[in-house]
């Protein structure tokens, strides 16, 4: 079987489950495929996971290998994204939405009332997919990534309602 057939049609047909340490080869493979030199490293994921009372990962199966996975910081009333990714080979079929929106409803579960992120000026598909979302831009962090690209702040503001747009 290729890689290519073993992945879900759409989002829908993958098993969402939380992220655990024994994941951590798989995912410092995707790490460096889907963000090279600004990849985290092996250490800092393993601390993140050490905290679930504020911190909460999820990835993406199918066919026996994870295709996305993200996590929140949640210390109420706010949220960060840390991270999110999904497998090259797996984008465009609406995992990373999929994703997001498990991570926001995973921040307001916890009390989250404002989810921050932050994205490279030039990480087009990763902007549009946040503010088709409902994130707008607060802040910019000049040069903030090693290779000198701006960093965007966004922001979500949730509604009580269950709304969060
Ligand atoms: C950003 C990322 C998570 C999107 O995942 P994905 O599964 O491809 O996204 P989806 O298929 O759910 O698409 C959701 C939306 O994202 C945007 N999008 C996705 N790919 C895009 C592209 N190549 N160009 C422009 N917009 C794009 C669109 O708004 C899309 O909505 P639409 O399908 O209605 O047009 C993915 O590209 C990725 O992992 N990139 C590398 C890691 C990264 O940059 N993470 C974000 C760090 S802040």
Same mark, same amino acid.
Request: proline fraction near 3%.
């Given at each position: 079987m290729t890689g290519e057939s073993a992945l879900p049609a759409a989002a829908g047909a993958a098993r969402w489950r939380h992220?655990?340490?024994?994941d951590l080869d798989e995912i410092m493979g995707l790490e460096d495929q889907l963000f090279g030199a600004d990849a985290w490293p092996r250490d800092g994921f393993e601390a993140e996971l050490l905290q679930p009372e504020t911190?909460?990962? =999820? !990835? !993406?199966? %199918?066919?026996?290998r994870i295709i996305a996975y993200g996590g929140i910081m949640c210390v109420p009333p706010i949220a960060d994204i840390q991270t999110i990714g999904v497998a090259r080979e %797996?984008?465009? &079929?609406?995992?990373?939405r999929?994703?997001? &929106? &498990?991570? =926001?409803? %995973?921040?307001?579960?916890r009390g989250a009332e404002d $989810?921050?992120?932050? =994205? &490279?000026?030039?990480?087009?598909? !990763?902007? %549009?997919?946040?503010?088709?979302?409902g994130f707008s831009q607060i802040h910019v962090r000049k040069r903030?990534?090693?290779?000198?690209?701006?960093?965007? $702040?966004?922001?979500?503001?949730?509604?009580?309602?269950?709304d969060p747009r």
């Open positions: 992220l655990r340490t024994d911190r909460e990962y =999820v !990835a !993406a199966e %199918a066919g026996g %797996a984008q465009g &079929r609406g995992l990373g999929a994703l997001l &929106r &498990r991570l =926001v409803e %995973a921040s307001r579960a $989810i921050l992120l932050e =994205v &490279r000026e030039d990480n087009a598909p !990763a902007r %549009a997919l946040y503010e088709s979302e903030y990534y090693r290779d000198g690209c701006d960093a965007l $702040i966004m922001q979500l503001k949730l509604t009580p309602t269950g």
